[in-house]
């Protein structure tokens, strides 16, 4: 079993939408949890950081955690075509940064 | 402010030849971390560096592969005999200490 799960995808929505992105992770000691975007062939841009459960927000994006379920989401509201990458789930134990990522999900926004 | 450079972008390799992957940190980084991308995973964690000397490399194969970040210089990923298996993309991430990693946009590595 992969420490930190997420559906691939793809993802396609129109632009204006709502989208909203899942992981579930089975490592308790996780404490930190990120979001990155990753455009193609590109390296993973952080998005969000949050620690421990409660909500984020930041602009579009909002970042929710929830500890008792093990289960964290990347909210964005009014959906852009430029928002069109892959959007990886991360977390790690102390706050440092070595990492465990998701495999990704792949968000397509269309005109 | 130039962000974290990787060089080459594309490296072709023949079966059992050496891949020598580099990666400069942003200005002023003194931590690196390199990640490995297979075709359908996620980033895996392979070494964390710091100036001279290797910090944490739980996510390193046990052989063949090797990381150094010298005191003058990139950091370098050398992965010696290289096999199939280890086409991939590897991402080098730099930081300061205690701040979010910047990662550069990777090195993709084909061995035929």
């Known amino acids: 079993q992969k420490e930190v799960e997420q559906d691939p995808g793809p993802l396609s929505v129109p632009e204006g939408a709502i989208v909203s992105l899942n992981c579930t992770y089975s490592?308790?000691?996780?404490?930190?949890f990120m979001w990155y975007r990753q455009y193609s062939r590109k390296g993973p841009e952080l998005l969000m950081y949050?620690?421990?459960?409660g909500n984020k927000e930041d602009g579009r994006f909002t970042a929710q955690v929830d500890k008792s379920s093990k289960y964290i989401s990347l909210f964005i509201r009014d959906s852009q075509p430029s928002d069109s990458a892959t959007y990886l789930c991360?977390?790690?134990?102390?706050?440092?940064?070595?990492?465990?990522f998701g495999t990704g999900t792949q968000l397509k926004v269309e005109l | 402010n130039a962000g974290v450079m990787q060089n080459p972008r594309h490296l072709v390799r023949r079966r059992g030849q050496e891949a020598r992957l580099r990666c400069s940190p942003m200005?002023?980084?003194?931590?690196v971390y390199w990640y490995r991308q297979l075709p359908e995973e996620g980033l895996k964690f392979m070494v964390y560096?710091?100036?001279?000397?290797?910090?944490?490399e739980s996510g390193m194969p046990k052989e063949r592969f090797s990381a150094e970040f010298p005191k003058e210089g990139p950091s370098i990923l050398r992965i010696q005999q290289v096999v199939r298996g280890d086409s991939a993309a590897y991402f080098c991430?730099?930081?300061?200490?205690?701040?979010?990693?910047?990662f550069g946009s990777g090195t993709q590595l084909s061995v035929l």
């Open positions: 991430a730099s930081s300061t200490v205690g701040e979010k990693l910047f």
């Open positions: 490592n308790s000691a996780f404490q930190y």
């Open positions: 949050t620690y421990s459960s």
């Open positions: 991360a977390a790690t134990t102390g706050g440092g940064n070595k990492l465990t």
């Open positions: 200005k002023g980084h003194s931590h």
């Open positions: 560096l710091q100036k001279e000397n290797i910090i944490d």
